[in-house]
């Protein structure tokens, strides 16, 4: 599986980590940056391009990192056709993915030990959506009025 992964000068190093982990596991990894440590660098020019990349390369995930992985999550998010999970815990990771089908993952490497932010990235990737009913009634709701502005109907009451 390629996994397309991008951060900012908080995460470097939990990034750095991370890309030698996961190819040591056999993932295919998409390194968008940044490439060196810079206090001043900001965060949108990396994780917008794994976003992008994930978007653009079918089965592909993604995995975006900052100081609490806020920003981060929502810079992704506003790729068209991108869901991003913040996650601060395996369950968190495991349920963005198979609750929520997120295709992206944000961790904040100032929140974690470097081993808790793994097992959560390893968390993410190693789950699948579940294709439940009721959660892809919930994901066609939220693309529904990404599309046309419109609320969902509220359940259980007339008129």
């Known amino acids: 599986m390629r996994v397309h992964i991008g951060g900012d000068h908080a995460a470097f ?15 295919d990894v998409v390194d968008h940056g940044p490439d060196h440590y810079d206090a001043d660098d900001d965060y949108p020019v990396s994780v917008l391009r794994a976003a992008m990349g994930v978007r653009s390369d ?6 975006v990192l900052g100081g609490s992985g806020n920003g981060e999550q929502i810079a992704a998010n506003k790729v068209e056709g991108i869901r991003c999970a913040l996650a601060w815990s395996v ?3 495991q349920l963005g993915r198979a609750h929520n089908d997120a295709q992206v993952v944000s961790v904040g490497a100032r929140m974690h030990a470097l081993e808790e932010a ?11 959506f579940s294709h ?3 959660h892809l009634r919930r994901l066609r709701q939220v693309a529904a009025y990404e ?9 259980g009451t007339e008129g």
């Open 132 to 134: 439940d009913e009721r």
């Open 147 to 155: 599309g046309t502005g419109e609320l969902p109907p509220v359940v």
């Open 58 to 63: 079918e089965g592909s995930l993604g995995v």
């Open 91 to 93: 369950e968190t990771a």
């Open 118 to 128: 793994t097992h959560i990235v390893e968390a993410f990737l190693a789950t699948s």
């Open 13 to 27: 190093d939990l990034k750095q980590h991370l890309v030698q982990h996961l190819e040591a596991q056999g993932f």
